[in-house]
């Protein structure tokens, strides 16, 4: 298995995120070689392209494809809404996919990828899974002593009461901005940490007098997971105390012999009054989750094993955004595994 030569990529999307963000990351990894940058804006796309060392630049994905058919991977850095419209495209022009989260914005777009083969290689970014305090607590977690997982629980709290602080696209104008920006990290790394699927959510969601966004700031969800499980995922856009934001999320797993909880980068066993420090393997201030994906997708492609944020199991935590925002509409419990929901490729 030659692992080692390049996969000539085109970047979809030449935003913000693909100039901070994805211009270091592409020059530090050895995966891809970008040879081409799509984007229907000439200066964003002229400008990344510059950054990528002259690459060449296609209003679309179908011009690049057609005028350099040795593509193989489509790296799509769009915003949401376009992502799962390209990911259809790439596969209908033969291309694997590495895609930003999320990979759909409504049911529509999670209908349409559930319209995929089920071994379509395309890969999410849900780059948080790889970060070193999470892996700690997992790894900790699997070791056995702590016994059966019985509850999980998650906050995220981040001051965003400046209008326009949190800089997101047009996050302080949605309807949904916790549910639909946010919330695809946490409901997923409740499955990852648990190993297991949730099947009915009810969520509350509100936004005070005075907030800063016009959608919905303040979400409390209750979830019920395959195994029995219970989980409570609390998350606010108007935090006026301690903050725990992206990389500082705070999780605890109440065990049969005890919790394991992780805030921030602190990793720490309790049982009863005891309070055990759980070394952190490697640095948490590394942002690597990308390198992570891309290597895993490289195994995948050469024969290995489905890379973990498969498109195909990501739909799985898709399902569940959709379902709690559907739960924050109708104010009732919503079956992740109904029909409405298509989590399955």
Known sequence: MNTSERLPAVVVGAGKWAHEYWVPFLHRQRVLTVVAVADIHAPARASLATHLNGVATFTTLEHAVAHLPQLTVA????SPESHAELITTAHRLGLDVITEKPAATNLDDLRLLRGLPPDYRAVVCQNYRYEAHIQTLRNRLRA??????????ARFAADYRQ??????????????????????HHLDMMRYLTGADITRV????????????????????LLEFTD???????????????????????????????????DGWQVRILRGTHV????????????DGHLDILAQYQRWRHGGPVAETALADNLHSLAIVMAAIESAQTGGWCDVSSPRFPGDL
């Open 75 to 78: 790296v799509i850095l769009t």
């Open 144 to 153: 056995g002593d702590l016994g059966q997982v019985r509850s999980v629980h």
């Open 163 to 184: 209008p326009g602080s949190w800089d997101v696209g047009d996050a302080h104008t949605m309807v949904h901005p916790m549910l639909l920006e946010g919330s695809i």
């Open 202 to 221: 009810v969520t509350s969601a509100h936004n005070p007098p005075g907030s800063s966004f016009v959608g919905h700031a303040l979400v409390h969800c």
């Open 228 to 262: 029995g499980t219970l989980g409570t995922y609390e998350a606010s856009l108007l935090c006026a105390g301690r903050e725990q934001r992206w990389h500082h999320e705070y999780y605890r797993l109440e065990c049969d012999n005890g919790a394991i909880e992780c």
């Open 276 to 287: 055990e420090p759980v070394e952190t393997t490697g640095d948490p201030s590394r942002r």
